[in-house]
């Protein structure tokens, strides 16, 4: 009995144990990490080609992914009354408080900036990427291609961005089409540009030199305004 209840308590292999299983843990590691490229978890199947081309619906700024289509303004508008205007309005305005689709021009920096898809997106492709992909809302990717264009086109022209009511807007003159903010967006460069920000070696103690001042207090500088002085919020 006694005997018995010694080797219990005896916790010696422990670290035997611990470093047994440390090993394990390290080869499991290094071998799953080489075979995981090639084992399948055996859940579901491959998605097919078909399946594949409906989910890859992308277009970029180089015109990758355009589909083939083309659609004047013409044609476009009396499909963005009937497809679109009920939400975004008939000029793009909005009706009521869904997204405008035009005007901001020359707002961007001021106080009160408006952002449209033709006074700040950057690129053309982004509106047609977004048009095919979600709108009309709650009919999403019901739009043929050459309605694409044609709705694509009308937005454009809501924009002045085209300014020709025959304008033609097709796969191939789509990437002349150049919106105003482009050049407003920039590759990040914060690592050149705040590079003595984003230091390796930041200072988290006594950090100015000097003492510091105290420039205000909360209570002197008094920021919450008084019970009823504040504006009213509906
Ligand atoms: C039932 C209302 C409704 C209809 C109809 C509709 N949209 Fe929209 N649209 C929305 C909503 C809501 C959003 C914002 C969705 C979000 O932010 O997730 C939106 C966003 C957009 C945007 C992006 C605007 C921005 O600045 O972010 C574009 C472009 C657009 N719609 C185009 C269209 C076009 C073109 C049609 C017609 C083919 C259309 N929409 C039909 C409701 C609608």
Same mark, same amino acid.
């Not at 009396?78 to 497809?83: A, D, G, K, S, T």
């Not at 106080?111 to 449209?116: A, L, N």
């Not at 919106?179 to 103690?205: G, I, Y």
């Given at each position: ?22 090993? @394990?843990? /390290? $080869?499991?590691?290094? &071998? =799953? ?7 399948? +978890?055996?859940? *579901? ?38 497809? @679109?205007? /009920? $939400?975004?309005?008939? &000029? =793009? ?7 405008? +689709?035009?005007? *901001? ?130």
């Amino acid at each position: 009995m006694s005997k018995s209840r010694e080797t219990c308590h005896d916790l010696s292999f422990l670290p035997l144990l611990a470093a047994a299983c440390l090993i @394990c843990l /390290a $080869c499991f590691a290094a &071998f =799953g990490a080489a075979f995981a490229s090639e084992k399948k +978890l055996d859940i *579901g199947r491959e998605a097919t080609a078909e399946e594949i081309a409906g989910w890859d619906i992308d277009i970029r700024p180089d015109g990758h992914g355009l589909p083939v289509g083309r659609g004047t303004v013409k044609q476009g508008e009396p499909l963005y009354v009937e497809r @679109c205007a /009920a $939400c975004h309005g008939e &000029f =793009g305005e909005s009706a009521g408080r869904w997204p405008i +689709l035009s005007g *901001g021009n020359g707002t961007l920096a001021s106080h009160d900036p408006v952002k449209s898809v033709g006074s700040y997106w950057p690129y053309a492709s982004t509106i047609i990427d977004y048009i095919r992909r979600a709108m009309p809302f709650g009919a999403s990717q019901t739009l043929t291609n050459d309605e694409l264009y044609a709705i694509t086109a009308y937005v454009l022209f809501l924009n002045d961005i085209v300014t020709s009511e025959d304008f033609e807007l097709s796969d191939k003159n789509f990437r002349t089409i150049k919106l105003p903010n482009e050049p407003n967006f920039f590759d990040d460069d914060r690592e050149v540009a705040e590079k003595a920000f984003w230091r390796t070696d930041p200072c988290m103690s006594n950090c100015i030199s000097g003492d510091a001042v105290v420039t205000g207090r909360a209570k002197v500088i008094d920021v919450t305004p008084d019970p009823g002085t504040g504006p009213k919020v509906e």
